[in-house]
C-alpha cells in the first residue's frame, strides 16, 4: 500500500495542476438592441465569485449555486456603466476561470467550497 501512495499522490497533483478551467463569452451587449449610441469608454473589472459543492469554474451539484454568479456580473456591470454616466454596455467579454489555487481550495474541501475568478470587460455607451 505504501508503494502506491506516491504515484498516486503524484498523479492527483498533476491533474490539479493541469485542470485550470476556464469558460469565455464574448460579444455580448447590456443596451436595448437597434439603438443609436455614443460610446464613452471601455472598461475591465474582476470579481471573485464564491459557490458551493461542485467544482470551481465549472459544474455545480445539486444547483445549489448554479446562478451565484449572475447578480454579481450584472451589478459589475451596471455599477462600470453608471461609473462612465452611461446607459448600456457593448461587446461585452465574460471570462470565468478557476485558478490552481481556486483548485487547491475546491480539492482541499471536497468540492463544498468551489470559489473563481470572473473577468468582464467591455465597452459603456450612451
Known amino acids: 500500500m505504501k508503494s502506491l501512495r506516491f504515484p498516486l499522490l503524484a498523479l492527483c497533483l498533476v491533474l490539479l495542476a493541469t485542470s485550470c478551467t476556464t469558460f469565455k463569452?464574448?460579444?455580448l451587449a447590456y443596451a436595448p438592441a437597434g439603438?443609436?449610441?455614443t460610446v464613452l469608454g471601455d472598461f475591465h473589472t474582476t470579481i471573485w465569485v464564491n459557490e458551493f459543492l461542485g467544482s470551481s469554474g465549472g459544474a455545480k451539484l445539486l444547483n445549489l449555486?448554479?446562478?451565484a454568479t449572475e447578480g454579481p456580473i450584472q451589478a459589475a456591470i451596471a455599477k462600470e456603466v453608471e461609473a462612465k454616466g452611461g446607459t448600456g454596455?457593448?461587446?461585452?467579454t465574460i471570462v470565468h476561470q478557476a485558478s490552481f489555487v481556486n483548485l487547491l481550495l475546491n480539492g482541499f474541501?471536497?468540492?463544498?467550497?468551489a470559489p473563481s475568478t470572473v473577468i468582464?470587460?467591455?465597452t459603456v455607451i450612451k
Open 89 to 92: 454596455a457593448i461587446n461585452v
Open 35 to 37: 439603438t443609436k449610441y
Open 109 to 113: 474541501t471536497g468540492a463544498i467550497y
Open 25 to 27: 463569452a464574448s460579444g
Open 120 to 122: 468582464i470587460s467591455g
Open 65 to 67: 449555486s448554479a446562478d
